[in-house]
C-alpha cells in the first residue's frame, strides 16, 4: 500500500509555462484534494473532489485547473505559471468526507522563476 | 467561514505534558475538529479528531468545552521525536465544503 502518491516531487518553471500535478491513491477513497503551502504558513485548499466525476473549489482555486480522471488519481494544472504559485503541493485523500481523516501525499515542491 | 488561531510557537522539555489550545470561532454545530502534526519536508499526519467532550487514542487527547469555540490538543509525556507543526482543522458545511487549517503551532521539545 502506498497511500496517496505526488509527481513530480521538485519542479522549476519559468513564468507563463504550464504543467500538470498528478496525484494517485490506492486506498479506494471517494474524496481526494489539492492544498498548496506557502514557506511558514498553514495549508490552504485549493480544490477538492467529493466524488469521482465532481470538482468544486476551495479557497484559492484562481490560477489552477483540476481533473478528477477516475477514483485513484486527481491532477492539478497550472496553465500559466507566475512566481506567486511558488509553494509546496500536497495531494491529500480521504474516504468520507464528512469526517475528513485526509491522508497527504509527500507534496510536490514548485518554484516558479 | 471559520476561523482558527492557534499559539505560533510552544517550547517543552522531554517527559512532560504539552497542551497545544486551537481557537475556532464561528464553528458549525456539525462540525467536526481534526488534528495534525507535520515534520519538515512532509505532509501532513493525522493525529487525532473529536466533536465534543473528551476523546483519547494511543498517542493524544482532544478536549472540546461544551461551547465548541476551541478544542485542546494534549500530548502526554513529550519526546524529541515530537518536534513537529501542529495544525488544527476545522471542517464547516455539512458536505465539507471549506476546510480550514490553522495556521498552525510549531512544537520544540528539548532534552
Known amino acids: 500500500n502506498a497511500g496517496v502518491t505526488q509527481t513530480p516531487k521538485f519542479q522549476v518553471l519559468k513564468t507563463g509555462q504550464s504543467m500538470t500535478l498528478q496525484c494517485a491513491q490506492d486506498?479506494?477513497?471517494?474524496?481526494m484534494y489539492w492544498y498548496r503551502q506557502d514557506p511558514g504558513m498553514g495549508l490552504r485548499l485549493i480544490y477538492y473532489?467529493?466524488?469521482?466525476?465532481?470538482?468544486d473549489k476551495g479557497e484559492v482555486p484562481n490560477g489552477y485547473n483540476v481533473s478528477r480522471l477516475n477514483k485513484r488519481e486527481f491532477s492539478l494544472r497550472l496553465e500559466s505559471a507566475a512566481p506567486s504559485q511558488t509553494s509546496v503541493y500536497f495531494c491529500?485523500?480521504?474516504?468520507?468526507?464528512?469526517?475528513?481523516?485526509?491522508?497527504f501525499g509527500p507534496g510536490t515542491r514548485l518554484l516558479v522563476l | 467561514l471559520a476561523k482558527t488561531t492557534q499559539p505560533i510557537s510552544m517550547d517543552s522539555y522531554e517527559g512532560q505534558e504539552v497542551n497545544i489550545t486551537c481557537s475556532h470561532n464561528?464553528?458549525?454545530?456539525?462540525?467536526?475538529i481534526t488534528w495534525y502534526q507535520q515534520f519538515p519536508s512532509q505532509g501532513p499526519r493525522f493525529i487525532i479528531q473529536?466533536?465534543?467532550t473528551k476523546v483519547t487514542n494511543e498517542v493524544a487527547s482532544l478536549f472540546i468545552p461544551a461551547d465548541r469555540k476551541s478544542s485542546t490538543l494534549s500530548l502526554p509525556r513529550v519526546s524529541l521525536s515530537d518536534t513537529a507543526v501542529y495544525y488544527c482543522?476545522?471542517?464547516?458545511?455539512?458536505?465539507?465544503?471549506?476546510?480550514?487549517f490553522g495556521p498552525g503551532t510549531r512544537l520544540s521539545v528539548l532534552p
Open positions: 473532489s467529493a466524488s469521482e466525476g465532481t470538482t
Open positions: 482543522l476545522v471542517v464547516v458545511g455539512n458536505y465539507g465544503q471549506n476546510f480550514v
Open positions: 473529536g466533536y465534543k
Open positions: 486506498m479506494n477513497h471517494n474524496s
Open positions: 491529500a485523500s480521504s474516504s468520507d468526507r464528512t469526517q475528513e481523516t485526509q491522508y
Open positions: 464561528n464553528i458549525a454545530t456539525n462540525d467536526y
